[in-house]
């Protein structure tokens, strides 16, 4: 059991596909809650919308960053091949490799940016935020509440989701399962404690994980 979670970074198409996201949605300020290496604020902003990152990494020089992107995809990247990749649905990639040159390149573009643009990646340590009432609309959360329900306790969900309903109007988790490849188990209380309802999306790589959870105030 992975017992913090690692920097694998997600790429702009992920994104889109992950969170249901369409031009209306994008059109808005968004926040990329727990956002580590992905390049989705990166190429988002490239794209001209207006994407704001958020991470504990972020206090963090980019060669920091690097080496532990490293260490991360290749202690993942051993698993995949000697113990999980019956879990993951290989139709997303060709094959471990390929797997693994899409995070380099994603993690790579989001270093980029980063270097040059340091103000779109904010030091963040959830549950709380620095983030004024209603300055996004949609906050998007990818591979880090429900999935590390064995790391965050309910309290620790409750409270992060409170605090994304403060700074935004919407908020959208990818996916709804935990690392075990089974439904999160805080998932059916969140959905009888807030306005919520599940989506599916067309991105599944771990198997069974092609559902968006998404809250509104």
């Known amino acids: 059991m992975i017992l913090?979670?690692?920097?694998?970074?997600?790429?702009?198409?992920?994104?889109?596909?992950?969170?249901?996201?369409?031009?209306?949605?994008?059109?808005?300020?968004?926040?990329?809650?727990?956002?580590?290496?992905?390049?989705?604020?990166?190429e988002g902003n490239a794209k001209g919308y207006k994407i704001t990152a958020s991470d504990k990494?972020?206090?963090?020089?980019?060669?920091e960053i690097e080496?532990?992107?490293?260490?991360?995809?290749?202690?993942?990247?051993?698993h995949l091949k000697e113990k999980f990749k019956d879990s993951f649905n290989w139709n997303e990639f060709n094959s471990i490799d390929?797997?693994?040159?899409?995070?380099?390149?994603?993690?790579?573009?989001f270093l980029e940016d980063y270097k040059i643009n340091k103000g779109r990646y904010i030091y963040t340590i959830y549950p709380k935020t620095q983030f004024k009432d209603d300055?996004?609309?949609?906050?998007?959360?990818?591979?880090?509440?429900?999935?590390?329900?064995?790391i965050f306790d309910y309290k620790f969900h409750k409270e992060t989701i409170d605090e994304l309903l403060r700074v935004?109007?919407?908020?959208?988790?990818?996916?709804?399962?935990?690392?075990?490849?089974?439904?999160?188990?805080?998932?059916?209380?969140?959905?009888?404690?807030?306005?919520?309802?599940?989506?599916?999306?067309?991105?599944e790589f771990m198997k069974g994980g092609n559902k968006v959870l998404i809250i509104r105030r």
């Open 4 to 42: 913090r979670p690692v920097l694998l970074g997600r790429n702009f198409n992920e994104y889109v596909r992950m969170f249901n996201l369409n031009e209306d949605l994008l059109g808005n300020k968004i926040l990329d809650v727990a956002s580590g290496v992905s390049s989705f604020c990166a």
């Open 57 to 63: 990494i972020y206090n963090l020089k980019a060669e």
């Open 67 to 78: 080496e532990r992107c490293k260490k991360d995809l290749d202690f993942m990247e051993k």
């Open 98 to 109: 390929d797997w693994k040159k899409t995070r380099e390149r994603t993690y790579k573009t």
């Open 135 to 150: 300055e996004f609309y949609l906050s998007v959360v990818g591979h880090f509440l429900l999935l590390y329900d064995n």
């Open 168 to 203: 935004s109007e919407e908020i959208r988790i990818f996916p709804v399962l935990n690392l075990k490849g089974e439904k999160s188990l805080f998932l059916d209380k969140i959905l009888n404690d807030y306005k919520a309802k599940i989506e599916k999306t067309d991105y």
